[in-house]
């Protein structure tokens, strides 16, 4: 062997030499990273941003006539969105009012007849009082002083007062039906008129609508002169202070998780220079194949297994996201730190994650008010 083979050689086993030992670092690198930190970190990049889309609907069946938010835009719970045309609306209160007025003073005219009734029934009485006292002083009289004819008369009068008593009772007893046990106010046909006002009055404050909560306007369809139906679904508001991630893992990564291990969250919106530290809100009740459109029939004979993804819901620092917001939809990377194994499987049952919207329906004191004056303005006194 010439020298440079035998150098060429040599360098070829010193080559594998350190390659080797580059080799064995790394596996002993990564065994020590494995157990020291890895085996207690399970990771996924099978994960999304996610939030609520509150959707803004019309209730009423109206055309819109002014447009005050549109997509992008920032809203404040209770501020005005959208404006509809509130005429025909406005007929109907006045209608129910005016139906409520009459309903009212024809309430006070059965309290009225009833009094009349009752005036006539003890004018009744006492003439049948005194058709009886006369009665019985002719028929009581010797034979001879009072003639046939004018017993007869005196036994018609009787009877005929007997007539009055029971056409005034019965008239009396007409009356009293609809007004008996309670007041003008507090009637039944007074409460039901009420209630048509109430009803009016809610339908026309359907036809200004307001930001159920705060947040940034998306999927604006509706348009100024639009005629919508109700339920129809005209923009929506995004809560951007209220999202969370849901992160797809592996169900052989889940026999470890826990409700309230710690999560690190990265987006590919900011890359590694932002870090979301949030914490395991709860783990999906099934796979996204068993809810999935066209369920897989495994049962079928045509099966493959696969492994499956659970949805686990991760929250998020309501501080971080205010500094650094992010958008439904976005994708991320997660990592769940397993070391601490006392949490629960399941989440517990909470009221935390409930959402209050406002729908700006504070028409009932207004309402009340027009109740009262129309009440006064016809002789009743107000509930």
Known sequence: MTDAAAQRAMRRRKGGVILGAVFLIAAVAYGLYWLLSGRFHESTDDAYVAGNIVAVTSREAATVTALYADNTQAVKQGQLLIEMDTESAQVALRAAAANLARTVRGVRGAVASADAYSAQLAQAQVALAQAQSD?????????????????????????????????????????????????????????????????????????????????????????????????????????????????????????????????????????????????????????????????????????IKIVQRVPVRIALDPDELKDHPLRVGLSVSAQVDIRDQSGPLVAATSATGVMRGDTGDDTRAQTDALIAKILAENGARAP
């Open 135 to 303: 009665f019985q002083r002719r028929s009581g009289a010797l034979k001879g002083a009072v003639s046939g004819e004018e017993l007869a008369h005196a036994q018609g009068a009787v009877a005929a007062a007997q007539g009055q008593v029971n056409v005034a009772r019965g008239g009396l007893a007409q009356a009293q039906s609809s007004i008996a046990g309670t007041d003008t106010a507090h009637n039944p046909d007074v409460l039901a008129a009420e209630e048509q006002l109430r009803a009016a009055a809610i339908a026309l404050s359907h036809l200004r609508i307001v930001a159920p909560v705060d947040g940034i306007i998306a999927q604006r369809t509706v348009q100024v002169g639009q005629r919508v139906m109700p339920g129809a679904t005209l923009m929506s508001v995004v809560p951007l202070t209220h999202v969370w991630v849901d992160a797809n893992f592996k169900e052989v990564q889940l026999a470890k998780m826990r409700i309230g291990q710690p999560v690190a969250i990265k987006a590919d919106l900011y890359g590694s220079a932002v870090t979301y530290h949030g914490r395991i809100a709860g783990l999906g009740a099934g796979s996204g194949n068993a809810f999935a459109l066209l369920p897989p029939q495994n049962a079928s004979g045509n099966w």
